[in-house]
């Protein structure tokens, strides 16, 4: 569980979840193509070319993201 400050932001400008680790391997959720909403697997990419590029959009997104201020 998250704690002591933090800031929660929407965009449409991503869409699906990532995790980015240490600017260098990129984790891609993969949805089941039969249930969308459940988790098939998880794609672990070691590129930090990619992971640059998925930083920067981030960023760019995150930048751009309307703040929740309640939850």
Sequence with gaps: MA???FE???T???????YLID???VCLEVADPLSPDRL????DLR???FAARVN????AAWA????VDEV
């Design 3 to 5: 704690q002591g400050p």
């Design 8 to 10: 929660l932001r929407v």
């Design 12 to 18: 449409e400008d991503a869409y699906g979840n990532f």
């Design 23 to 25: 600017g260098e391997e």
């Design 40 to 43: 098939f697997g998880m794609l």
């Design 47 to 49: 590129d930090r070319g």
């Design 56 to 59: 920067e959009g981030f960023e």
């Design 64 to 67: 751009d993201g309307a703040v």
